[in-house]
């Protein structure tokens, strides 16, 4: 391939994770700023758990409240499906993170929070995805940002995160579903 091709598809490169970047980053504040309006989507059982679940996980680095629902749909409908749902929903808002970092980890590998969860995911990794998935921390966006910047395969990705939002998510509701009985 002779240079000049080469340096358009690296333009074009650059210009398609510029944009994904900054569209990442438009949704994110995008979901901050109208969390108020979430609250409609609680009428549609499953699938507005499964909506509201997505959202609030699709933030990048802005924190978002996305397990009240989760915690108390599980005194409502089954523990287990919502957890199910709930995991699933968190997992495809996850992606947005792995996109940020696949597009544009330059922004964020000079912060020390980012090194240190990128050295923790080369020694130990999958782990580390599985961990901070099934924990209710922010670092996970971080763990995101770093799958996606060492291109670790989208697979790979979604199933430890899957499995670590599914064993969050089955803690949360089980645990709404006990408190909201006992209450009664």
């Known amino acids: 391939m002779n240079p000049a091709a080469s340096a358009r598809i690296q333009a074009r490169r650059k210009v ?3 944009a994904a970047l900054v569209l990442v980053l438009a949704l994110s504040v995008a979901i901050v700023a109208f969390q108020d309006q979430w609250v409609r989507f609680r ?5 507005g ?4 679940t997505l959202l609030s996980n699709a933030t990048v680095i802005f924190p978002a409240p996305g397990l009240v629902l ?4 599980g005194a409502v409908l089954h523990p287990f499906w919502v957890a ?27 912060y020390r929070a980012y090194r240190r969860v ?6 130990y990794g999958d782990i580390v995805l599985f ?3 099934a924990l209710p921390t922010p670092l996970f966006d971080l763990a995101g940002i770093v799958a996606g910047a ?12 899957f499995a670590g939002k599914l064993l969050k998510m089955l803690a949360v509701t089980y645990a709404g579903d006990v408190f909201l009985a006992w209450l009664r």
């Open 16 to 18: 398609w994770r510029i």
């Open 43 to 47: 009428a549609y059982g499953y699938v």
């Open 49 to 52: 758990l499964f909506l509201i």
């Open 70 to 73: 989760p915690f108390s749909m």
């Open 84 to 110: 199910v749902v709930a995991a699933a929903g968190a997992t495809a808002g996850e992606l947005s993170g792995y996109l940020a970092g696949f597009s544009g980890q330059a922004l964020v590998e000079d």
């Open 118 to 123: 990128r050295r923790l995911m080369r020694r």
């Open 131 to 133: 961990v901070l998935a």
């Open 150 to 161: 060492t291109r670790i395969p989208l697979r790979r990705f979604v199933a430890w995160t």
